[in-house]
């Protein structure tokens, strides 16, 4: 079992910048993938960026450019910055076991963006 922990949600004005937080604890793989998917309303869920604790990275086109993902001892953050109004969602933390197969959703933070 994977326990996530999200933080750094919150009210930004565009081209703000927000950083999110999301620990994993509990038992955690060798080989895994970290990543932050959104959610807006009446949207389905997407992926923003995605890490692997062996190496590479994966963005969405709109994060390219803007945000970074980050992963420093089982902690993966988010750093968006240029917000922009679109990218108001629930942002989810997303831990898969690449070996096993597990996956593990975060509670969600909100990011808004707006003036």
């Known amino acids: 079992q994977v326990h996530l922990v999200e933080s750094g949600g919150g009210l930004v004005q565009p081209g703000g910048s927000l950083r999110l937080s999301c620990s994993a604890s509990?038992?955690?793989?060798?080989?895994?993938?970290l990543g932050w998917y959104r959610q807006a309303p009446g949207s389905e869920r997407e992926l923003v960026a995605s890490?692997?604790?062996?190496?590479p990275t994966m963005y969405a086109d709109f994060a390219k450019g803007r945000f970074t993902i980050s992963l420093y001892m089982n902690t993966v953050y988010l750093q968006m910055n240029s917000l922009k109004p679109e990218d108001t969602a629930v942002y989810f933390c997303?831990?898969?076991?690449?070996?096993?197969?597990?996956?593990?959703w975060g509670q969600g933070t909100q990011v808004t963006v707006s003036s």
């Open positions: 997303n831990f898969r076991d690449v070996v096993a197969g597990g996956e593990y």
């Open positions: 509990g038992s955690i793989a060798s080989y895994y993938n």
């Open positions: 890490i692997f604790n062996r190496g």
